[in-house]
């Protein structure tokens, strides 16, 4: 029963593709599950958008959607009618092939990130042995979209905002890929399934061998989770779209479904980012122990996406925004370093063994970097105390 309920949607793509003739079964063994994927994302990105604005309304102390639908959950359906009947304005001295491509060319590439994501036991679309490299090579060409949006509004707030975005995405692209170079090193393999599989307990084993329950993974998935943040323009990282200093970004011109069509590749490249740490660093589709084997592995994946998607709405509903020189900062003098000085601790793991030894050995020299480089960057940023002069009467 339990391998039934794990390999459920395994079997039945086989039984659809087994229907059409043989000339057809490799585009269809393509085309169907990236097909269920976006409907499957699409579905969890609508309802993401009512749960966030929920969870932050009541953070608020204010009401959030409660008319449409039970509890105002179908509130999405009818955003996303307005955003089809809304009227498509584009300014008049915009490149109208450039501004059309634009929101076109950022989904694109945020969709080509799914198809190495594995979302449980046997449930990848294209099984790499470059997944992860083929991940970060797709991801990184949505620096072009932005550009692309913020040239062709012919708007100077847009183009600033379009900088903003890249050089932020830029910035915290260096320790989000450095950050899994000890998850490479350690399972040996690019391939994201590989990955998961050397993080399953071994024969004898309770607890899993996930990456994040030694110290240098514990500090990389930090490393990767903030970039994360910053890579998907969330708060407290969501300068390019500070609508208080520039209106709306590098999206200002944008309206209708091109600006859904934005907001739906900022969600779904943060679904994309989170299942790519759930991955690397939490097991993928494994359970934490050997005796929870029997829960479908996708409901694992899902859990630990959904735990994380609960982690990002907690963050914008609590943190304020950073000023440009401070996010700057953070990604120079802090984020590249630390992430360097986790490669050796990598090599210092492996060498020991791992265990308790790895933690006594590997864990405090990490966590003295982490206190002396946070130190660093706030004695370069002390707020020194105001004083107040009044004139004299």
Known sequence: MATTLDQLFVTLLHALVGFLPEPLRPVASLVIPLGAILGVFALLFGLT????????????NRLGPNRVGPFGFLQFIA?????????????????RVVHFLAPLCLLVPVVLTYLVLPMGRGMVVLDLDCGLLFFFAAGASTELA??????????????????????????????????????V????????????????????????????????GLAAFLIFLIASFAEANRSPFD?????????????IEYSGFKFALFFMAEY???????????????GGWTAPVAFLDWVPSWVWFFGKLLALMALFIWVRGTTPRLRMDQLMDFAWKF?????????PMVVVWHRVGGGWMGWLVGAPPLVVAWVLLGRALAGRRRIRPRTYRYAEG
């Open 49 to 60: 958008t009512v749960c966030e604005r929920k969870a932050i309304a009541r953070m608020q």
């Open 79 to 95: 955003d996303g009618i307005k955003s089809l009947t809304k009227e498509d304005v584009v300014p008049r001295t915009a490149d």
């Open 146 to 183: 932005v550009f692309m949006a913020g040239w062709s509004s012919r708007n100077k707030y847009s183009i600033l905002g379009a900088m903003r975005a890249i050089a932020q995405m830029v910035s915290y692209e260096l320790p989000f890929i450095l950050s899994t170079m000890g998850v």
């Open 185 to 216: 090193m350690v399972a040996g393999t690019l391939s994201t399934v590989g990955i998961v599989e050397a993080q399953a307990a071994g024969v004898g084993e309770v607890l899993a061998r996930w990456n994040v329950f030694t110290p240098w």
């Open 239 to 251: 300068l390019p779209e500070g609508e208080s200093e520039i209106v709306a970004g590098y999206f």
């Open 268 to 282: 779904l490249g943060m679904f994309s980012s989170s299942g790519m740490a759930v991955t690397l660093f939490l």
């Open 335 to 343: 984020m590249l370093p630390m992430a360097l000085v986790i490669l």
